[in-house]
Nanobody, 123 residues
């Protein structure tokens, strides 16, 4: 059973930074492509970024490029999302997700999901 646990969310002022983490247990992390999604209040879930199993390929939603950076540490079974220059519009629940197959495009879904971590950006 795959378990994904996010952490690192919180309240930050506009212009600030946060780093989200997502730890996997129950499976071999290095065999999964990983992604981050988010869901803002009253809006549908939105793809943020994905990273391949080895970390050599990434795909960002166009609106996230330049401010968000995904990375992974396969030795720690963890994927990260570094978020800089945060804006109030970035306020959302952020979810990590795992899939056996990396897709270089906007992910519409994934095989496994974390429970989410809340990010609130104040103006």
């Amino acid at each position: 059973q795959v378990q994904l646990v996010e952490s690192g969310g919180g309240l930050v002022q506009a212009g600030g930074s946060l780093r989200l983490s997502c730890a996997m247990s129950g499976r071999t992390f290095s065999t999964y492509a990983m992604a981050w999604f988010r869901r803002a209040p009253g809006k549908p879930r939105e793809f943020v970024v994905a990273i391949s199993e080895t970390g050599d390929r990434t795909y960002y939603a166009s609106s996230m490029k330049g401010r968000f950076t995904i990375s992974r540490d396969n030795a720690k079974n963890t994927v990260y999302l570094q978020m800089n220059s945060l804006k109030p519009d970035d306020t959302a629940d952020y979810y990590c997700a795992a899939s056996h197959r990396y897709y270089s495009g906007t992910w519409s879904t994934a095989e496994y999901w974390g429970q989410g971590t809340q990010v609130t950006v104040s103006s």
